[in-house]
């Protein structure tokens, strides 16, 4: 008799436990928390440092950064004088739960009103892994085509928000973007999308009205 032995539901309910716990942390704390997910060179950073300038004077942001290794992006982030905490995985593909506890007796908590987690760049293993964020943030670019909706459906399916970033070089790439709507649509009906782009600014007044909106509402769940 064979027998087979399934590790991915109690490794993944292991994890949920622990995101649970991060939720909990935050709402006591009164952060709203939103995990940023994308493949590499999307412009996650970018993303981040373009949204903090645009945040009013009283909302402060803090980040924590997930790498394979270095922390360059965590010193450009420092650099604007947001507090950020390194994550290096080491290898391992995506943050997980446990890995972002860790992380927070490092955060000034209290002192935020909003956290942004920048996963790992990748487009399979992340969404797999709750880490106790009140919103996942998908963000998606030009360069990288309009098929990703239809290669990388869990990706997709698992997003509060999409964010089509580098939206200057659409024409450049002969981007579709009715072809990348309806994949979109078709793996995470009524999901909201923001063409944008980091580098001239356009398209991030809708953007900065969601994430207020966002921001508010989870302020009145609490």
């Avoid at 420092?78 to 992380?103: E, F, R």
Wanted: hydrophobic share 50%; with cysteine; aromatic share 8%.
């Amino acid at each position: 008799m064979t027998t087979t032995i399934t590790v991915a539901q109690p490794i993944l309910s292991a994890n949920d436990a622990v995101a649970a716990a991060n939720r909990a942390a935050f709402d006591a704390a009164g952060v709203t928390v939103f995990n940023l997910m994308a493949s590499p060179g999307a412009g996650k950073t970018s993303f981040i440092l373009a949204t903090a300038s645009r945040l009013p004077a009283a909302q402060r942001p803090g980040v924590i950064e997930g790498d394979l290794a270095s922390r360059i992006d965590a010193d450009r982030i420092a650099g604007q004088g947001i507090p950020v905490v390194q994550i290096n995985t080491g290898g391992g593909c995506h943050l997980d739960a446990p890995m972002i506890q860790t992380a927070l007796p490092a955060l000034p908590l209290p002192d935020l009103d909003l956290l942004f987690i920048e996963n790992v760049g990748n487009l399979v293993c992340p969404a797999n892994f709750a880490l106790g964020a009140h919103a996942n943030i998908v963000i998606a670019s030009a360069p990288e085509g309009h098929d990703k909706p239809y290669k990388y459906p869990g990706m997709f399916a698992s997003a509060t928000v999409v964010i089509l970033n580098k939206a200057d070089l659409l024409a450049v790439f002969d981007f579709e973007l009715d072809y990348f709507g309806r994949g979109l649509q078709m793996v995470n009906p009524g999901v909201p999308l923001f063409v944008l782009s980091c580098r001239s600014g356009a398209g991030f007044e809708p953007w900065m009205q969601w994430l207020a909106s966002a921001a508010a509402a989870n302020r009145e769940r609490k």
